[in-house]
T-cell receptor, first 114, second 112 residues
Framework: AQSVTQLGSHVSVSEGALVLLRCNYS??????LFWYVQYPNQGLQLLLK??????LVKGINGFEAEFKKSETSFHLTKPSAHMSDAAEYFC????????????FGQGTELSVKP | DTGVSQNPRHKITKRGQNVTFRCDPI?????LYWYRQTLGQGPEFLTY????????KSRLLSDRFSAERPKGSFSTLEIQRTEQGDSAMYLC??????????FGPGTRLTVL
């Protein structure tokens, strides 16, 4: 069975500071991993994905994530936070095939202080 | 634009009524998914179609829930005899050949 754990339900950073959102996964098969962002009352927007190619993945809006198999982690980072980054972020895992359902973490709410 | 539209965006209904939601992907992608998201939680998988075939259903999908994708394009999700616990955001996603899923804006259901 697959699962995702996001450490920290709420993270607060100052504008211009480093953003680090943590995600650990459990999977019995090589996983596909995703980060999504959700703004209030909207659907989910795909930030980036890992599908067994390069372990450092770059996404939209300056975000990137690194797949570390030994640590079963897929943390999301951004060097410099912007006010517009304030949102809910979800990490998700699928079974690595092309039709697998996504298993989501509980989400991390990111606040950005001016 | 994720290429997925959902209607209605909001639905308020009384307990015991039936409701139906619709999902339209921009093109006839093979894979279509339904998820449910309650407040403060991540989305939970409900069911999945490949073309017209419903390939997987979550145990969350009780016998009051039914989903269809009759022509392999749009899909509907019906909830019969709604309960207050059904109040949630219902999300639809289209799947790509590279394993990504792109979500629609969701239908927010409130059961009074």
């Amino acid at each position: 069975a697959q699962s995702v754990t996001q450490l920290g339900s709420h993270v607060s950073v100052s504008e211009g500071a480093l953003v680090l959102l943590r995600c650990n996964y459990s999977s019995s098969v090589p996983p596909y991993l995703f980060w999504y962002v959700q703004y209030p009352n909207q659907g989910l927007q795909l930030l980036l994905k890992y599908t067994s190619a390069a372990t450092l993945v770059k996404g939209i809006n300056g975000f990137e994530a690194e797949f570390k198999k030994s640590e079963t982690s897929f943390h999301l980072t951004k060097p410099s936070a912007h006010m517009s980054d304030a949102a809910e972020y979800f990490c998700a895992v699928s079974e690595g095939n092309q039709g697998g359902k996504l298993i989501f973490g509980q989400g991390t709410e990111l606040s950005v202080k001016p | 634009d994720t290429g997925v539209s959902q209607n209605p965006r909001h639905k308020i209904t009384k307990r015991g009524q039936n409701v139906t939601f619709r999902c339209d992907p921009i093109s006839e992608h093979n894979r279509l998914y339904w998820y449910r998201q309650t407040l403060g939680q991540g989305p939970e998988f409900l069911t999945y179609f490949q073309n017209e075939a419903q390939l997987e259903k979550s145990r969350l999908l009780s016998d009051r829930f039914s989903a269809e994708r009759p022509k392999g394009s749009f899909s509907t999700l019906e909830i019969q005899r709604t309960e207050q616990g059904d109040s949630a955001m219902y999300l639809c996603a289209r799947g790509t050949d590279s394993g990504e899923q792109f979500f629609g804006p969701g239908t927010r259901l409130t059961v009074l």
